[in-house]
């Protein structure tokens, strides 16, 4: 008898044991459901109440309606108005600065091209602080340009070569050459007439009678466009001036010359070749004339070139 009541106080214990195992479980659970009822109700709250700060399409045009309201509407032909007015401005400040236009850039010559090309509004708006990488860009597409069939033709007709001279100056060099220069605006079709002291070197690619100059330092590298140009002085150029066959910039030996040539080269590069007096050691008083052999009057235009 004592077992059997031993035996039911441990079922009772048990069973006690069990429901209160229970009863936890569940609290346990509702709590938990609770704590993410509260979690979920806290960030709905938080949702809601941010709601007017968020960026959405509804706030944007809330917040710009007034701003937009007193906006003028684009007008296309005000910016194509205001860049034809920049052309005209360059092209219009000629007293003040010697009738030139010159581009404020390590590669000068190169910039000059890119000017006469897309035109002075796109130089002065568009390049800005991005020269370098415009100048890099533009220089890697005409590498690609120059090898295109079509434009290996032109140049092979004008007798520029070779191709690989041309790419170096683009991809390499620091300054273009006169002779990529001219490769440049011969695949562009400009008429170019180049002025460097008194010598000329010129291309003209379309039937326009407009005539692009650029004129030349040869020791400080700096280059620039004369504006405004006329006929008269286009003729001047081409009559008083030497004319550099092709564009190397070169004399030919001196046994190529005859002494006359030699003279006319001197005076389109006003070289001075006329006599020169020389005083006598025994007599100061009386002056000897020198006459200019051909090595000399050869010389001088070597140091002009």
């Known amino acids: 008898m004592s077992q059997n009541l031993g035996h ?18 569940y609290n346990k659970q509702n709590n938990y459901k609770q704590e993410n009822n509260n979690k979920q109700n806290i960030n709905y709250n938080v949702v809601e109440d941010l709601q007017d700060y968020m960026f959405t399409s509804q706030n944007l045009a809330r917040f710009t309606k007034d701003i937009l309201s007193n906006l003028e509407p684009v007008n296309i032909s005000n910016i194509h108005e205001k860049m034809s007015k920049i052309e005209k401005i360059v092209k219009t ?9 010159k581009p404020l850039k390590k590669d000068s010559l190169f910039w000059c091209f890119y000017i006469l090309k897309y035109g002075y509004s796109k130089y002065e708006m568009e390049v800005g602080s991005q020269y370098f990488t415009v100048e890099k860009t533009e220089k890697f597409k005409y590498i690609e340009l120059l090898r295109c069939k079509e434009n290996k033709d032109l140049l092979k007709i004008n007798k520029i070569k070779p191709l690989s001279e041309l790419e170096d100056d683009l991809a390499n060099k620091e300054r ?17 007439l180049l002025v460097d002291k008194r010598k000329i070197y010129q291309s003209m690619n379309n039937d326009s009678p407009s005539i692009n100059v650029i004129h030349r330092n040869s020791q400080s590298y700096e ?23 092709g564009f190397d910039d070169t004399l030919k030996s001196m046994t190529s010359y005859k002494v006359d ?15 020169e007096p020389t005083l006598s050691a025994s007599n100061n008083t ?19 070139f």
């Not at 069973?15 to 209160?20: D, G, L, M, R, T």
């Not at 040539?261 to 006599?275: A, R």
């Open 8 to 25: 039911n106080n441990y079922k009772q214990e048990n069973n006690y044991n069990n429901k209160y195992k229970q009863q936890s479980n």
């Open 176 to 192: 273009i050459s006169i002779k990529t220069f001219f490769a440049l605006c011969i695949i562009e079709k400009l008429n170019i």
């Open 93 to 101: 400040k000629s007293t003040a600065d010697n009738n030139i236009y």
């Open 223 to 245: 280059h620039y466009i004369e504006l405004n140009v006329n006929n008269e002085s286009i003729t001047n150029f081409k009559e008083t001036y030497y004319n550099v066959i």
């Open 261 to 275: 040539e030699l003279l006319t080269l001197c005076k389109k590069l006003n070289i001075v070749t006329g006599p």
């Open 286 to 304: 009386n002056s000897k004339i020198k006459k200019l052999t051909k090595k000399d009057i050869y010389e001088l235009l070597v140091k002009s």
